[in-house]
């Protein structure tokens, strides 16, 4: 993300305080080294059930994914204060690209016990590492640090570990929410009236036919790579994807699953979709901003990036609520996270700052930037004027007050897939849609190869 120069508020440092207990395995600073997290030898109060404890000191690392260029200034100032508030201690900032091999690469530096100390995570790259036991159990370590945040924030930062047991391996950090952002004028020419949004995915995949049929190839629907809408859409329409314990595929046992791969194949033949973006990994921001696609990225953070680079598409932009759908409320997908690595040679410190930079004095003062959407998970942040009392017309001022009035009450379900099972969906949904497959065939063998991999995984 782009923006200008975050202006710091920080006044008031909250200061983490480890107090001793006597239960479990205790001690975050023994240095012994005679535990294991993964396949790393680590301090034993790192892992098992006790509360972490030991001094706030050393220096540790703290990882982002792409926030450096643009957030520089904000970040530094955090770091710095968390620098002044714990005498002794530094904190070293490196930030990851963010590409679509931060998975794999970041799994293979847990493996090679290299893990940043402090590490931004999505929900994929969370779930690999809670499994592989890298991440600090947060919940247990400080049983304090659910406070914060919006329960069902909180809730979305569970992840299973190897015995399929749900832990809190992660902090909530910052949130998109969902939207539609489109253009009217192309909407228009479809005979879409754009104050009328459809309220479920079926009736969005309708809207989508109509531009193909306006459009004579001159413009489009959206894009159509199905990595973009699985298991998004899936959650949205409330068709479980997974079974309760995760260990199995159910999606194929729902038949609207059907309905929604014989729609994307139908879609894809009548032109909705740009024929070379079946496999593509190109979001919808390029060619939105060339005034080729009527509908954006759900993200409302897109509405600031078309303003960014195409004022003139901008002023065509319009957002509306995405089809609430089975849910009946609003979603909001699940936010960024923070972790810390159970593998950390200092992880008092490393749990310190994560809680540090995710309390709600941080986020509020980074998501007030006036040229950035993106919302804070905290209750005392959701509750400043800042976003509940917005003003203007513009897209941008309507996609922060569209998605700050849902925030509080949004449902944050998400299905998180492994990298793996989910490229296994898309492939067999993308034969579908080619016409190699029926769409019956395509979800049934999507859900054998699902559940391949999951019984591989364990």
């Known amino acids: 993300?782009?923006?200008?120069?975050?202006?710091?508020?920080?006044?008031?440092?909250?200061?983490?305080?480890?107090?001793?207990?006597?239960?479990?395995?205790?001690?975050?600073?023994?240095?012994?080294?005679?535990?294991?997290?993964?396949?790393?030898?680590?301090?034993?109060?790192?892992?098992?059930?006790?509360?972490?404890?030991?001094?706030?000191?050393?220096?540790?690392?703290?990882?982002?994914?792409?926030?450096?260029?643009?957030?520089?200034?904000?970040?530094?100032?955090?770091?710095?204060?968390?620098?002044?508030?714990?005498?002794?201690?530094?904190?070293?900032?490196?930030?990851?690209?963010?590409?679509n091999t931060f998975t794999s690469r970041t799994v293979a530096d847990a493996q090679a016990c290299t893990?940043?100390?402090?590490?931004?995570?999505?929900?994929?790259?969370?779930?690999?590492?809670?499994?592989?036991?890298?991440l600090l159990d947060v919940g247990t370590k400080d049983p304090?640090?659910?406070?914060?945040?919006?329960?069902?924030?909180?809730?979305?930062?569970?992840?299973?570990?190897?015995?399929g047991k749900s832990i809190h391996t992660t902090l909530p950090w910052y949130t998109g929410g969902v939207l539609l952002t489109y253009n009217k004028d192309l909407l228009a020419k479809a005979g879409i009236d754009p104050a009328k949004p459809p309220t479920s995915i079926f009736g969005l995949f309708a809207d989508y036919e109509k531009v193909a049929k306006a459009s004579d190839g001159k413009f489009f629907a959206t894009m159509a790579n199905p990595i973009w809408r699985i298991p998004a859409d899936f959650d949205q329409m409330g068709i479980k994807v997974l079974s309760t314990d995760g260990k199995s595929a159910v999606f194929a046992d729902d038949p609207r699953t059907t309905e929604w791969v014989a729609w994307m194949a139908k879609l894809y033949k009548a032109g909705a979709m740009p024929k070379d973006s079946l496999s593509s990994s190109n979001d919808p921001s390029t060619l939105y901003s060339?005034?080729?696609?009527?509908?954006?990225?759900?993200?409302?953070?897109?509405?600031?990036?078309?303003?960014?680079?195409?004022?003139?598409?901008?002023?065509?932009?319009?957002?509306?609520q995405q089809p609430y759908d089975a849910l009946g409320v609003a979603s909001a997908g699940a936010p960024q996270y923070i972790s810390v690595a159970a593998t950390s040679k200092n992880a008092p410190t490393a749990l310190s700052f994560a809680e540090f930079l995710t309390n709600a004095e941080n986020q509020t003062a980074w998501c007030k930037d006036p040229a950035v959407v993106i919302f804070p998970t905290t209750t005392e942040s959701l509750s400043d004027p800042f976003f509940q009392n917005v003003t203007?017309?513009?897209?941008?001022?309507?996609?922060?007050?569209?998605?700050?009035?849902?925030?509080?009450?949004?449902?944050?379900?998400?299905?998180?897939?492994s990298p793996a099972v989910q490229n296994a969906i898309v492939a067999q949904v993308q034969l579908a849609m080619q016409g190699k497959k029926s769409a019956a065939d395509a979800v049934k063998d999507a859900q054998e190869k699902a559940n391949e991999l999951l019984k591989q995984a364990g």
């Open 144 to 163: 304090d640090s659910s406070k914060p945040f919006v329960p069902s924030f909180w809730k979305t930062a569970t992840f299973p570990d190897a015995s």
């Open 290 to 320: 060339q005034g080729k696609v009527a509908y954006g990225s759900t993200n409302p953070s897109f509405v600031r990036f078309v303003k960014q680079n195409s004022p003139s598409v901008y002023d065509k932009t319009a957002v509306g």
């Open 115 to 134: 893990l940043a100390d402090v590490i931004n995570v999505n929900a994929p790259t969370a779930t690999a590492l809670t499994k592989a036991g890298y």
């Open 392 to 417: 203007g017309s513009d897209p941008f001022s309507q996609a922060r007050k569209l998605v700050a009035d849902q925030l509080k009450t949004a449902s944050t379900n998400q299905t998180n897939l």
């Open 1 to 99: 993300m782009r923006a200008k120069r975050l202006t710091r508020t920080l006044t008031c440092l909250a200061v983490l305080s480890l107090a001793a207990t006597g239960c479990g395995l205790s001690g975050g600073d023994s240095g012994d080294g005679d535990a294991t997290a993964g396949g790393c030898k680590v301090d034993k109060g790192n892992v098992g059930s006790g509360k972490l404890t030991g001094e706030v000191k050393g220096d540790i690392t703290f990882q982002t994914t792409n926030l450096k260029k643009d957030f520089g200034d904000f970040f530094n100032g955090v770091i710095a204060d968390f620098e002044k508030a714990h005498a002794g201690t530094k904190v070293k900032w490196i930030d990851d690209p963010g590409d």
